[in-house]
């Protein structure tokens, strides 16, 4: 098993920028599939961004520019670095590791201000 804890979220105004942070329980060396995905109220959870073990990423259009994956296989971390946030960007971002079966963190709280 994995978990997954999610820190780094907050309140912002528009413009600024957070780094989320994700710390698994065990490492993430051998985990090819990890990423970032958000959900709205009312709104379907959608993915944000993805990494590969080998660094591999993909992006949703709507952050290509302005979000950044990055991962610290020593560490056992991912990261997302969010950039030019916007007011849709307000969401609760969740954190997921695919590792035979698919993984969830409890989620952490964005909100930015217009």
């Known amino acids: 098993q994995v978990q997954l804890v999610e820190s780094g979220g907050g309140l912002v105004q528009a413009g600024g920028s957070l780094r989320l942070s994700c710390a698994a329980s065990?490492?993430?060396?051998?985990?090819?599939?990890m990423g970032w995905f958000r959900q709205a109220p009312g709104k379907q959870r959608e993915l944000v961004a993805t990494i590969t073990s080998s660094g591999s990423t993909v992006y949703a259009d709507s952050v290509k520019g302005r979000f950044t994956i990055s991962r610290d296989n020593a560490k056992n971390t991912i990261y997302l670095q969010m950039n030019s946030l916007k007011p849709e960007d307000t969401a609760l971002y969740y954190c997921k590791a695919r590792w035979f079966s698919d993984y969830w963190g409890q989620g952490t709280q964005v909100t930015v201000s217009s």
């Open positions: 065990r490492t993430i060396f051998s985990i090819n599939d």
